[in-house]
């Protein structure tokens, strides 16, 4: 008993410590994300506070802090500017986010999201870098963009140029500073983003009392902030809620892998994605932005001793207990120090491992890779992720359409593995009457009317043999495409015989009619019952062209 009562202290005081550690450290992030949202600070805090506590009570990585990220900020900005004269519209978007995260875990869809290719989440996180990255210029430079647009604040930047505020330039190049070079030990003690965060805004009550600051935050506990559906807005809605859903879940699993990485244990992905759902809907609720995993805040906690979901639930509470008290101090901080805080987190969030390899790359990787990147940064998230997925998608098809036509072996052009020294000898000497094809492994769309084209029957022999029993699966094209094949055989005067043992495939070919329709066709299970029924008919017809022979010389 004495032993188990330590036990639970000692991870009791770990999770302590790991929450506490961990607030301090998604504070200085929290407020940063909530201005860059457009939501305002106070939103970003109680978005860290309700996500936190809610995904570390329902979800399924014990160790994992979950609240506003970069990737969810992007897009949860993106959509506040859409619908900027409809703000119960954002935040029904949010709550359906929600919905669909908890949908994707009800449903177990918590394994096929990783399915997403590593070159689409690439390019996609990486133009969220580089969109980050160039949204907070201008504040760095002491100056309001006077555009929401990527595109129009980089061709801002050089007008900006001319007419930087000197101050504020040195504020945010100072916390840059403290943020990408402060040594790792006195990081561990004092995190860089609060460190940055407390050096800004003393220099600007002490020596620079002129840059521009935060807005009067409000106090206390937010409302709730009913949604409004917009029927007229649904496919917009929908699409919107379902990246929101997709990139928080993404985002949140591969956070989950990292810290299954170094805590030696296993996460629950479907579970997780409730939790982050239930979290995302509690936000939007409450007019917060939603959010995800944060690797960086869960490697913190995890070294400072949090280990069960207590820990993200202490951290939610460390946040509460400031975000009640937290307005007159909060509007002391300079933008330009949240300004450079975020251009951290931007460069961050770039895949430097997979840019500083792209030379050496598979050229298609890296074509999806930069399309997407691209698309994200000047175009739309929505179009960026679903042309990826596409682009991704139809490569995999076309190498799977060329694996399955590789499969299609002929007697007369390979040497076949799948037979017997016997069966080769017998279709090597009677290649003028025999044309045999084997097909091996899945038979789908993709491949089947190439597959059709190159089975060929030869119009002078006398029979063509299919194997299809190396063949697992097929859907309804590749079912048609054998259908063209025995037609084709049997207007050529050419009799078909089919290898297709009790399978699944050989239902669906059933089903579709493709065996019932064809009379002439002959079905057998194995190579061997395919060549006695060869066998028989030559041999019948050698003895029919011999009586004629002899009935002739009489």
């Known amino acids: 008993m004495h032993k188990i009562f330590n036990f639970s202290l000692h991870v009791f005081r770990g999770d302590l410590y790991g929450g506490i550690t961990a607030a301090v450290v998604a ?12 939501a305002g600070p106070i939103a970003g805090l109680y978005g860290a506070i309700f996500v936190g506590f809610f995904a570390s009570l329902f979800g399924g990585t014990p160790s994992q802090i979950s609240g506003p990220t970069g990737p969810m900020t992007v897009v949860i900005a993106t959509i506040f500017i859409t619908f900027a004269d409809d703000p119960g519209t954002a935040v029904f978007i949010i709550i359906l986010g929600g919905v669909f995260q908890i949908l994707f875990g009800v449903f177990k869809l918590g394994d096929l999201i990783r399915l997403v290719p590593f070159t689409v989440i690439s390019g996609f996180m990486s133009g969220i870098g580089v969109i980050i990255i160039i949204l907070q210029i ?13 595109l129009n604040t980089a061709l801002e930047i050089p007008s900006l140029l001319s007419v930087i505020n000197i101050p504020s330039l040195v504020i945010g190049i100072i916390v840059l500073a403290i ?30 009392p002129d840059v521009k600051t935060l807005d009067q935050i409000p106090t206390g506990f937010p409302k709730i ?11 917009d809605i929908v699409g919107w809620a379902f990246v929101l859903a997709m990139l928080g879940s993404i985002d949140s699993l591969l956070t989950s892998l990292i810290a299954d990485s170094i805590t030696r244990t296993h996460h629950r992905s479907n579970k997780e994605l409730v939790g982050q759902g239930i979290g995302n809907i509690v936000a939007g609720l409450f007019g917060s932005i939603p959010g995800a995993g944060a690797t960086m805040r869960t490697l913190i906690n995890v070294r400072a001793g949090g280990s069960t979901p207590l820990s993200g639930i202490i951290h939610a509470f460390v946040l509460l207990a400031i975000a009640l008290g937290l307005g007159p101090l909060a509007s002391h901080i300079p933008h330009t120090v949240l300004a450079g805080i975020l251009i951290k987190v931007g460069i961050d969030i770039i895949d430097w491992k997979y840019l500083k390899h792209l030379r050496h790359a598979p050229r298609a990787g890296m074509m999806i890779m930069a399309i997407v990147l691209f698309l994200t940064v000047f175009v739309d998230l929505i179009i960026a992720f679903s042309a990826g997925m596409i682009i991704a998608s139809l490569l995999f098809l076309k190498r799977m359409t060329d694996h399955q036509l590789n499969s299609v072996n002929a007697a007369h052009e390979d040497q076949i593995d799948s037979l017997d020294p016997q069966q080769q000898n017998f279709l090597d000497v009677h290649s003028d009457d025999i044309t045999y094809f084997e097909i091996g492994g899945p038979l789908s769309f993709g491949a089947a009317k190439d597959v059709s084209r190159r089975i060929t029957p030869n119009a002078n022999h006398r029979f063509l043999i299919l194997d299809l029993k190396q063949v697992p699966t097929i859907d309804t094209t590749g079912a048609y495409a054998i259908e063209d094949i025995i037609t084709n055989s049997i207007d050529l005067n050419v009799d078909p015989i089919l290898i297709l043992p009790e399978s699944k495939v050989k239902s669906v070919l059933q089903q579709l009619g493709v065996l019932s329709n064809n009379k002439t066709l002959v079905l057998v299970e194995t190579l061997s019952d395919a060549i006695d029924v060869a066998t028989d008919a030559l041999t019948k017809d050698s003895a029919t062209i011999v009586r004629l022979g002899s009935a002739h010389e009489s």
Do not use: M
């Open 179 to 208: 943020v990408i070079f402060l040594p790792q030990r006195i990081n561990q003690i004092l995190p860089a983003p609060l460190l940055a965060l407390v050096t800004g805004t003393l220099l600007v009550l002490l020596v620079f």
């Open 225 to 235: 902030q009913l949604p409004v559906f917009n029927v007229g807005q649904l496919t």
């Open 138 to 150: 201008p504040p760095l430079l002491g100056h309001a963009s006077s555009s929401s647009s990527v």
């Open 27 to 38: 504070l200085p992030l929290a407020l940063a994300f909530g201005v860059a949202s457009g």
